[in-house]
């Protein structure tokens, strides 16, 4: 395999403290969905091998730590959502100026945490007694 | 034999040998996940109920049979994309690093088969 070209490392590069954070969090919450598409996969097969297993399955997914899980695959996809649009914007060359990125990068923070709080707010509320 | 040229074979490629490939599949992917992650979302949410009788007749109706295998297929495919960028950045040493996209690229396809054979056994054979 030839070695691929590299994103600058965060150990050597010195980055503004907005990418630190953007970047840093988009591939946080991106290998926490990826955790969250584990249980989804987990919560399929177990409805796919019946009633049973479903019921023997619930006692892990219904769990207060699965809760727990739950409202961190929703914060995780309400940021990797937001960020990712702004990453789909620049790669049609647009907003790439510094003064551009870091306003945008403030608003997908301010964006993402209230898309975060009111989608775990409507969940919790929906499934309350679940 | 080619009749291209050496530079017509290697225009393009970049420095990994196959261009912008990889790049512009994290993108597609992207773009398919905004509506299908949205849609998966808000029918959790919105299901009258989780228990299984509604789940399995949710998940057996052809739209979201349909949605959610596009679904599993995208999501490990653009999942597989990411890890293998932060496997690349993150992880130096050559062995590991090597047995680690493998390791992660078997999983994904373990994962989306499982997913996807999960959907289509609730769709087909009702397991009630």
Avoid at chain 1, 21 to 44: E, P
Avoid at chain 1, 77 to 99: N, Q
């Amino acid at each position: 395999m030839r070695a691929r070209p590299l994103s600058p490392h965060w150990t050597i590069y010195r980055m503004s403290r907005y990418s630190v954070l953007t970047s840093l969090a988009n591939r946080a919450t991106g290998m926490v969905l990826s955790v969250g598409l584990v249980v989804l996969i987990y919560w399929l097969t177990a409805l796919a091998r019946g009633a049973r297993a479903y019921a023997r399955a619930q006692e892990v997914l219904g769990s207060d730590l699965a809760k727990v899980v739950y409202a961190g695959v929703i914060a995780a996809f309400s940021y990797h959502l937001v960020a990712g649009i702004r990453h789909l914007v620049w790669d049609t060359g647009r907003g790439l100026e510094k003064k551009q990125s870091q306003r945008s990068a403030w608003a997908v923070i301010v964006v993402a945490i209230v898309l975060a709080v009111v989608c775990i707010w409507w969940a919790f509320r929906a499934r309350e007694g679940v | 034999m080619s009749l291209q040229t050496p530079l017509g074979k290697v225009r393009g490629l970049g420095a990994a040998g196959n261009g912008v490939h990889h790049w512009w599949v994290q993108r597609l992917t992207a773009v398919a996940l905004v509506p299908l992650g949205v849609w998966l979302l808000v029918s959790l949410v919105t299901l009258p109920a989780l228990d299984f009788v509604t789940l399995v007749s949710w998940i057996g109706g052809t739209w979201t049979a349909t949605l959610l295998s596009v679904f599993i297929l995208t999501a490990s495919w653009h999942s597989r994309l990411g890890l293998q960028v932060i496997i690349e950045d993150y992880v130096h040493d050559q062995g590991l690093k090597t047995t680690s996209l493998v390791l992660s690229g078997f999983v994904h396809i373990i994962l989306a088969a499982f997913g996807v054979f999960a959907v289509l056994r609730i769709a087909f054979g009702s397991p009630l």
